[in-house]
């Protein structure tokens, strides 16, 4: 009976070593190219994560709406095909109002005065205030600020009565344009371009990286350079996952991600104006600059959209988010 045991526990053995081969495989779904600052961080994860767990930790990023299209990703996250997603802050709102104060109109000054409010206790609490849903906040990621496109120049708030506008599914960014006379229509991202070129929308608004890399200058005549909004997003888990991942790997990962933000951090700090300038460079759109009293214009006309979310947001978010203008 003995060689028959020694022979059962080599098998056991055998097939316990093999179980525990198998890497964890984490796949990260984005909407957005790979030369975006979304996906240069989820490809710096990648690289972070598997160089610290080599053989352990497998990270599969599939930008594009590859995997799936921004409509569907909080949907494929809780129900657990995918572990970590980067929507936009837009798509959280059925999981907390308290991420409206983001979509809010001309709330914040610059992308400085949304990295301190995100970076300051108010945005600490915000990563962790969908954790009864089953979300959890890894880290605030930047885009850049958001600039209006048409195919007529929208220099004041009057020029956009009458007109269509792409926006993401907010409750906040359609009263926005609800607010100058505009046609908000909720569309997918990746069905925007589309859109924009069979003129099924006349507008949208979009930071300059996703206007350059997704073509949206080469459908849309004049670019208002706004900065009215941020297009950031919540780099977002599944937290059953996250929190049953072994406490060594958590801890790694959790550092990993903190880099890898910093790092697409950087690069939408520094790719901002670049992007801008190759739009410009490309001259299939003609980019509009506000003048202060222009710009002044538009946010007075859109600045009720504060009151009627600040119930639902909180005052003490909106008014953290006005002192972060003051550096």
């Given at each position: 009976m003995k060689p028959v045991i020694a022979l059962c526990s080599a098998l056991l053995l055998s097939l316990s070593m093999a179980v525990s081969a198998d890497p964890i495989v984490i796949k990260f779904s984005h909407v957005v190219a790979d030369s975006t600052p979304k996906g240069q961080a989820a490809l710096k994860f990648k690289e972070l994560a598997e160089k610290r767990f080599p053989g352990k930790v497998e990270v599969q990023v599939f930008p594009n709406?590859?995997?799936f299209g921004d409509g569907k990703e909080m949907e494929a996250l809780l129900?657990?095909?995918?572990?970590?997603?980067?929507?936009?802050?837009?798509?959280?709102?059925k999981y907390t109002k308290k991420l409206q104060v983001f979509d809010l109109p001309f709330l914040f000054d610059d992308i400085n005065a949304v990295d301190r409010f995100q970076n300051g206790a108010k945005g600490h609490e915000l990563l962790t205030s969908m954790e009864e849903k089953g979300i959890t906040g890894l880290g605030f990621l930047h885009n850049g600020m958001k600039q209006f496109s048409a195919n007529v120049p929208l220099r004041t708030p009057g020029d956009a009565k009458g007109l269509k506008f792409r926006i993401q599914a907010s409750d906040v960014l359609e009263e926005q344009f609800k607010a100058v006379g505009g046609n908000p229509q909720k569309i997918a991202f990746a069905e925007v371009y589309q859109a924009l070129q069979s003129g099924v929308v006349d507008g949208a608004e979009n930071p300059w990286s996703n206007i350059y890399t997704k073509k949206f200058h080469e459908v849309q005549k004049y670019i208002t350079e706004s900065d009215h909004g941020v297009l950031d997003y919540i780099v977002a888990t599944n937290a059953k996952w996250w929190n049953g991942l072994p406490a060594d790997v958590r801890k790694g990962l959790d550092e990993a991600m903190h880099d890898a933000i910093a790092y697409g951090n950087k690069v939408a700090f520094t790719e901002d104006d670049n992007f801008r300038a190759k739009v410009i460079d490309d001259k299939k759109a003609e980019v509009i600059k506000l003048t202060k009293g222009e710009k002044e214009q538009w946010r007075k006309a859109m600045k009720p959209v504060w009151t009627k979310f600040e119930d639902e947001i909180g005052k003490d978010l909106v008014e953290a988010a006005q002192q972060a203008n003051k550096s």
């Amino acid at each position: 009976m003995k060689p028959v045991i020694a022979l059962c526990s080599a098998l056991l053995l055998s097939l316990s070593m093999a179980v525990s081969a198998d890497p964890i495989v984490i796949k990260f779904s984005h909407v957005v190219a790979d030369s975006t600052p979304k996906g240069q961080a989820a490809l710096k994860f990648k690289e972070l994560a598997e160089k610290r767990f080599p053989g352990k930790v497998e990270v599969q990023v599939f930008p594009n709406s590859q995997l799936f299209g921004d409509g569907k990703e909080m949907e494929a996250l809780l129900l657990g095909d995918v572990q970590i997603v980067a929507p936009s802050l837009s798509k959280f709102s059925k999981y907390t109002k308290k991420l409206q104060v983001f979509d809010l109109p001309f709330l914040f000054d610059d992308i400085n005065a949304v990295d301190r409010f995100q970076n300051g206790a108010k945005g600490h609490e915000l990563l962790t205030s969908m954790e009864e849903k089953g979300i959890t906040g890894l880290g605030f990621l930047h885009n850049g600020m958001k600039q209006f496109s048409a195919n007529v120049p929208l220099r004041t708030p009057g020029d956009a009565k009458g007109l269509k506008f792409r926006i993401q599914a907010s409750d906040v960014l359609e009263e926005q344009f609800k607010a100058v006379g505009g046609n908000p229509q909720k569309i997918a991202f990746a069905e925007v371009y589309q859109a924009l070129q069979s003129g099924v929308v006349d507008g949208a608004e979009n930071p300059w990286s996703n206007i350059y890399t997704k073509k949206f200058h080469e459908v849309q005549k004049y670019i208002t350079e706004s900065d009215h909004g941020v297009l950031d997003y919540i780099v977002a888990t599944n937290a059953k996952w996250w929190n049953g991942l072994p406490a060594d790997v958590r801890k790694g990962l959790d550092e990993a991600m903190h880099d890898a933000i910093a790092y697409g951090n950087k690069v939408a700090f520094t790719e901002d104006d670049n992007f801008r300038a190759k739009v410009i460079d490309d001259k299939k759109a003609e980019v509009i600059k506000l003048t202060k009293g222009e710009k002044e214009q538009w946010r007075k006309a859109m600045k009720p959209v504060w009151t009627k979310f600040e119930d639902e947001i909180g005052k003490d978010l909106v008014e953290a988010a006005q002192q972060a203008n003051k550096s």
